[in-house]
């Protein structure tokens, strides 16, 4: 990689559809799901470093972030973008691989794909998705979004080239489609937890 790769982990919304919890301390077959996204990052060749975007109402995220070694940045809450902005704002030039914190399944080999990809498009941002009739029926409540009349489930992997002097402005991303199901499994609310453990048991294809 040309450009210096840092991760960088959402981890401040407020799970609305999840009762107001926080989503990534969750447990999945006993381990807070941030867990298994930083297991995932720890162990993919091409990263350098990782960082967590959290907020106030994060609390309980935050204080595991610190037992865990880390020293999460805390965005004011306003949303996934907003926060995302305010964490670019201060970062230096650089590759940056954004990931949500609610994917259980995800594992290096999709984080390596997708920097991958963006050495074959270099548009300033990218955001990867899943087409949605390979993934409907993984998770009970899916964000769909729709690409030029086909519909996709977002796969929680974004990748943002910030250049020096470049104002980003994260309104029109390039969408680039992946072939890995296993993104599909989205968790949002409490049958997506059930779902995704029966997934990494291996009981559910």
């Known amino acids: 990689m040309a450009l210096p790769v840092r991760a960088v982990v959402m981890a401040g919304g407020?799970?609305?559809?999840?009762g107001r919890v926080e989503k990534q301390m969750v447990n999945i077959l006993g381990r807070p799901m941030i867990k298994y996204v930083i297991d995932a990052l720890k162990f993919c060749e091409f990263i350098e470093g990782i960082d967590f975007v959290t907020s106030l109402f994060t609390p309980?995220?935050?204080r595991y972030l610190e037992e865990e070694g880390f020293r999460p940045i805390v965005?004011?809450?306003?949303?996934?973008?907003?926060?995302?902005?305010?964490?670019?704002?201060?970062?230096e030039e650089g590759l940056y691989v954004v990931v949500s914190s609610d994917i259980p399944t995800l594992r290096p080999k999709h984080i390596?794909?997708?920097?991958?990809?963006?050495?074959?498009?270099q548009e300033e941002?990218?955001?990867?998705?899943?087409?949605?009739?390979?993934?409907?029926?993984?998770s009970s409540s899916p964000t769909i979004i729709d690409v030029d009349g086909r519909q996709y489930q977002p796969?929680?992997?974004?990748?943002?080239?910030?250049?020096s002097g470049t104002n980003l402005k994260l309104l029109a991303p390039l969408y680039i489609?992946?072939?890995?199901?296993e993104l599909g499994i989205n968790v949002n609310t409490f049958e997506d937890v059930k779902r995704a453990e029966l997934y990494l048991m291996g009981l559910e294809k």
């Open 14 to 18: 407020r799970a609305t559809r999840m």
């Open 60 to 62: 309980n995220t935050n």
């Open 75 to 91: 965005a004011s809450g306003s949303g996934y973008i907003s926060d995302l902005r305010e964490y670019l704002v201060r970062a």
């Open 112 to 121: 390596e794909t997708v920097l991958r990809l963006s050495l074959v498009h």
């Open 125 to 138: 941002y990218l955001v990867f998705t899943i087409p949605y009739d390979m993934v409907k029926g993984l």
């Open 155 to 163: 796969s929680g992997l974004r990748v943002i080239r910030k250049l």
């Open 177 to 181: 489609p992946l072939v890995f199901r």
